[in-house]
């Protein structure tokens, strides 16, 4: 088991076996729910489907993975939601690259990736658990150790080792496969950009953009300069300008444009009575001496537990921290509102006292078949070191290091701590240096001893009521039947905007919603309402959903339906008609500034509206932002790379307004030009264009069709 200690002493590890049994509950639950589907396809890759159900095991398979990594016992919603995410991209990426790859012939033979294992640098094996304790990289052997003594489990192992060990096992499998697929793709895009090629001229070209440097004068005037209402625009015109831009317009997905009401349910005065009302007792009841705060505590359903403990005080709540200097000790003060989480707050300072921050500490865990033998054992032990006998060689007779470990505040506080755990932290923190005790738990006896305490802090006994102000459930009722009401009698689009206002509600937009996203208004449990948005028609309104923590009610319905294809113009008449104006104004500038008679930079400076500047170190390689017009102008960087100095510009149509330059100075970066490595360069560049560009030109091929809104 050699292997398996030298693991355990390394990285995040502590994956706890409760978490991953309450993650494999959870997921069965919810697995319950699509088994009517089972059969169906959440997705489709160059004609390829994917049924729920492999879909399902390799979002579990990355939620593992992502745990154990981590030392997480469970992943929140949004942590599952971008697993899911990640997880269908990988799944879709890897389909299309395996038909080219199989095309041409690449493989990750079994041969190669044994020599990526024994080389030991590839990236993804430095996130294994097989590190080496004094290099910090990957170690093969170590991997290889622990493959043997998982081949040889049997059912003779405990489970506790069996579990660990298979969790590590499944872990590097992950990371095997993913290598696996990462190499594949490399190996697929370097033949792309070996594809890529450039030459001395382009090379002197890129080197000469980069290095020469333009100052400028600058006179401009911006295009706010001239009204809106100064400007008309015709259907004609925007129609011309849609089919000349069409292609820009193309749309790959069906979207939906939404038009819903948000009710979030909030608590009623009488609700906040009833509330204060329960804290003034709560702080009547603190005010008197107790024996047992943490129970007490508990009783209040404080969102901050009692522990007895001195704690920092940054692990005390901040509304709390504000208030203490002027509390006396055992002095009760509340109940006070906290406005930043909404609560009702009440406390009671119990003591002070300065304390370490930071112990040091050794211990003997000792354990015997029976409790009886277990105490005899630990009084022993405890008698020799206590006699003068070495810690650290008793230690290693019973099978243990005995070496010194520190613990700090931060590993115990806003825990909720209690029984032996807390009885042991309590040893620790109050054991004066170099003292030794013996700890009797369940469990366990311990032998203990401080070896170091440090870092002297201020520390507290705070007991804390806090309790958030929420509704009742006579308060959510009376919500639900309202909107119940409003939505059965506004079952249509058209009649759900026309009355929600007088009705008291408001109304919200969510337009190009994807299938695949999580949420409507990012309020979270709306994928119910979500799958029926693409399953309606337009005009259609839905029926009532509760959601978010269970404090939400939503109503939606489809305002409009943008198919697979090219965008209507309707949809994109703001955006062309915002072009046009602005071309328009750009065309009245410029005939001004030419009647006008205006043809240098000082002329077009004292013009009405104009703003002028300096702009200075203006390359090729890099569009110049304009500070007078706040805005980046790529004209400015293309006119001083073909200019000459001293050389007037044309009025030029920028992205804010006409400009007006005139070169006054040249300056070149100190840099060399080496041909083979400004050739690199620019094929590098190239690369990073081609990579991303040749990823969606195999998306388009592949016709991906993603279902998953329809079961997760």
């Known amino acids: 088991m050699a292997a398996l200690q030298s693991i355990r002493s390394k990285g995040p590890l502590l994956v706890a076996t409760i978490g991953l049994g309450l993650f494999a509950f959870i997921a069965g639950d919810a697995w319950k729910v699509i088994a009517p589907h089972q059969t169906q396809n959440v997705g489709e890759v160059n004609g390829e489907s994917i049924t729920a159900q492999e879909y399902q095991d390799m979002v579990e398979e ?4 992502v745990k154990f990594s981590q030392g997480l016992n469970a992943l929140t919603e949004d942590q599952t939601d971008a697993v899911k995410d990640q997880v269908w991209n990988t799944y879709v990426n890897n389909k299309l690259l395996e038909k080219e790859a199989k095309k041409l012939g690449l493989v990750v033979s079994d041969e190669e990736m044994q020599d990526i294992i024994n080389t030991g640098t590839y990236s993804l094996l430095a996130n294994t658990p097989f590190r080496n304790q004094q290099t910090g990289l990957f170690d093969k052997d170590m991997l290889n150790m622990f493959l043997v003594q998982y081949s040889q489990m049997n059912a003779q192992t405990d489970a506790a080792t069996a579990n660990y060990y298979q969790q590590v096992y499944n872990y590097w499998k992950f990371v095997e496969k993913n290598i696996r697929q990462n190499r594949l793709a490399e190996k697929y895009q370097a033949l792309i950009s070996k594809s890529l090629l450039s030459n001395p001229v382009e090379a002197q070209a890129a080197f000469d953009g980069r290095v020469n440097e333009t100052d400028l004068l600058m006179a401009a005037i911006p295009y706010s300069s001239v009204s809106d209402d100064e400007i008309t625009v015709t259907d004609a015109e925007l129609k011309a300008a849609y089919d000349k831009k069409k292609e820009q317009y193309r749309q790959y997905e069906e979207t939906r444009n939404l038009r819903y009401i948000d009710v979030q349910v909030v608590a009623s005065d009488e609700d906040r009575a009833a509330l204060q009302q329960e804290m003034m007792e709560y702080t009547e009841q603190l005010s008197a001496d107790m024996d047992d705060y943490a129970s007490f505590i508990r009783t209040t359903d404080s969102e901050f537990p009692y522990v007895d403990l001195y704690y920092t005080a940054n692990s005390l709540p901040s509304d709390v921290v504000a208030r203490l200097d002027s509390v006396a000790l055992n002095e009760a003060y509340g109940p006070y509102y906290n406005a930043a989480d909404n609560s009702l707050n009440s406390f009671k300072k119990l003591a002070v006292s300065t304390e370490p921050d930071s112990i040091q500490f050794r211990q003997i865990q000792v354990t015997a078949n029976t409790q009886q033998r277990t105490a005899e054992l630990a009084d022993s032990i405890f008698n020799a070191i206590k006699g003068g006998a070495s810690f650290t060689e008793i230690a290693t007779k019973y099978g ?16 909720q701590i209690d029984g032996d755990n807390l009885q042991y932290i309590q040893a620790i923190v109050s054991l004066p240096k170099n003292q030794l005790t013996k700890l009797v738990l369940n469990q366990a006896n311990i032998i203990l001893e401080v070896t170091d305490r440090k870092a002297m802090t201020p520390k507290y006994k705070v007991a804390v009521v806090k309790r958030p102000i929420e509704f009742s459930k006579e308060t959510y009722t009376k919500a639900y039947n309202d909107f119940s009401q409003f939505v059965a009698t506004n079952n249509t689009l058209e009649k759900m905007v026309e009355n ?74 703001d955006e062309l008609r915002q072009e046009l104006v602005r071309e328009k104004k750009a065309e009245k500038i410029i005939a001004d500034i030419k009647a006008a008679g205006a043809t240098s930079v000082d002329q077009v400076k004292n013009m009405a509206n104009a703003v002028a500047d300096s702009v200075k170190h203006v390359t090729f390689a890099a569009p110049a932002y304009i500070t007078a017009l706040r805005s980046t102008e790529p004209i400015v960087s293309a006119f001083a790379a073909a200019s000459q100095q001293g050389q007037v510009s044309a009025p030029l149509k920028g992205e804010s307004g006409v400009i007006v330059l005139q070169p006054y100075a040249t300056s070149k970066v100190n840099d060399t030009f080496e041909a083979a490595t400004e050739e690199q360069r620019t094929v590098n560049t190239n690369i990073n264009v081609v990579s991303s560009q040749f990823v969606n030109d195999l998306y388009m091929k592949g016709k991906v069709t993603d279902n998953r809104y329809l079961y997760f």
């Open 400 to 415: 243990q290091t005995g070496e010194a470990t520190w613990i700090s505040s931060a590993n115990y506080e806003g825990a």
């Open 500 to 573: 929600a206002e007088e009705a008291g509600y408001r109304l919200y937009t969510a337009n190009d919603m994807h299938s695949y996203q999580h949420n409507i208004g990012g309020i979270r449990g709306t994928r119910e309402a979500l799958k029926w948005a693409f399953g309606a028609k337009g005009g259609e309104a839905s029926g009532l959903y509760e959601c978010g923590d269970s404090d939400h009610l939503m109503m939606v319905a489809v305002s409009g339906i943008v198919r697979e294809g090219y965008r209507p113009q309707a949809l994109v008449n």
């Open 62 to 65: 990355y939620s593992d993975a």
